[in-house]
């Protein structure tokens, strides 16, 4: 099983700011089968990157992936104030599927 | 659009069993497998397993393996999560979500917006 571990837990910014999320594999993931989700309480989670760097459908250019192997990152270059939520990496790959434990992002 | 509603969800106790629903609409249900995910209170989330678009394989996490069954009916373009023999920390919002494709890898790519499961005495 792929553990994904996500740094750091609690990220502090102010809107306009640039975020940098990292997503750490125990692994490496064949063919970039690393997604990232954002999480708000009570609402459905939505797709925002998949394949490590492909922005999902109606995503905004300010969400960008990148990475390979067993380091990936997602970035949000100047936050809005509907960005603060819960941010997730997601290996999905052949069974198991795994999720990184989060990475919330808070004023 | 794409819609996916979860129902089914309650108070249940220690041992007992209980069926979740998921319908969909706004998309071709059978063109694409299924996923069920949780959260726990507190925790982050957690895949259960998916369903292929026929409904002949499915495959499950190993802290479900034996005790959930999903199951679907493409007639009605709906997708199921049998729950037996329940634990207290099997409490969580219980989610359905779309698999992007129709194969084992691809991505969630909508999601309802879920139903909690208690499970208590």
């Known amino acids: 099983e792929i553990v994904l571990t996500q740094s750091p837990a609690t990220l502090s910014l102010s809107p306009g700011e640039r975020a940098t999320l990292s997503c750490r594999a125990s692994?490496?993931?064949?063919?970039?089968?690393l997604a990232w989700y954002q999480h708000k309480l009570g609402q459905a989670p939505r797709l925002l990157i998949h394949a490590a760097s492909s922005r999902a459908t109606g995503i905004p250019g300010r969400f960008s992936g990148s990475g390979s192997g067993t380091d990936f990152t997602l970035t949000i270059t100047r936050l809005e104030p509907e960005d603060f939520a819960v941010y997730y990496c997601?290996?999905?790959?052949?069974?198991?599927?795994?999720f990184g434990q989060g990475t919330k992002v808070e004023i | 659009q794409v819609q996916l509603v979860e129902s089914g969800g309650g108070l249940v106790k220690p041992g007992g069993s209980l069926r979740l629903s998921c319908a969909g609409s706004?998309?071709?249900?059978?063109?694409?497998?299924m996923s069920w995910i949780r959260q726990a209170p507190g925790k982050g989330l957690e895949w259960l397993g998916h369903?292929?678009?026929?409904?002949?394989?499915?495959y499950y996490a190993d802290s479900v393996k034996g005790r959930f069954t999903i199951s679907r009916d493409n007639a009605k373009s709906s997708l199921f999560l049998q729950m037996s023999s329940l634990r207290t920390d099997d409490t969580a919002i219980y989610f359905c979500?779309?698999?992007?494709?129709?194969?084992?890898?691809?991505?969630?790519?909508?999601w309802g917006r879920g139903t909690l499961v208690t499970v208590s005495s």
């Open positions: 369903i292929s678009a026929t409904g002949i394989v499915s």
């Open positions: 692994q490496s993931v064949s063919n970039s089968y």
């Open positions: 979500a779309r698999d992007a494709g129709n194969h084992r890898t691809s991505q969630h790519d909508y």
């Open positions: 997601q290996y999905y790959g052949p069974s198991p599927r795994t």
């Open positions: 706004g998309f071709t249900f059978r063109n694409h497998y």
